[in-house]
């Protein structure tokens, strides 16, 4: 069973940083694709940063410039660092992993970043 870890989030002050992990257990984590989403109250989830297994990145809009996505195949790590941080980055943040061939996806359990003005 495939299982994702997320920690590093937390409470920071707008213009701090924090660096998401989420470790992956119970496959071969080089044969996903993964990513970060976040969601607040009321919202849908939405994608933050994504990272494929040949290590191509795509961003949204809001965080370009400002969020780095990057991935140690070696620890089954992805990692999201997050740099000049804002107030409207508060969310709970979410792991993802897509599996390349086939239909399978893995979601982690959520970890809270909130972002004080």
């Known amino acids: 069973q495939v299982q994702l870890v997320e920690s590093g989030g937390g409470l920071v002050q707008a213009g701090g940083s924090l660096r998401l992990s989420c470790v992956a257990s119970g496959t071969i984590f080089r044969i996903y694709h993964m990513g970060w989403y976040r969601q607040t109250q009321g919202k849908q989830r939405e994608l933050v940063a994504r990272?494929?297994?040949?290590?191509?990145?795509n961003y949204a809009d809001s965080v370009k410039g400002r969020f780095t996505i990057s991935r140690d195949n070696g620890k089954n790590t992805v990692y999201l660092q997050m740099n000049s941080l804002r107030p409207e980055d508060t969310a709970v943040y979410y792991c993802?992993?897509?599996?390349?061939?086939?239909?399978?996806?893995?979601w982690g359990q959520g970890t809270q970043v909130t972002v004080s003005s």
């Open positions: 990272i494929t297994t040949y290590g191509r990145t």
């Open positions: 993802n992993a897509q599996a390349v061939l086939g239909p399978s996806e893995y």
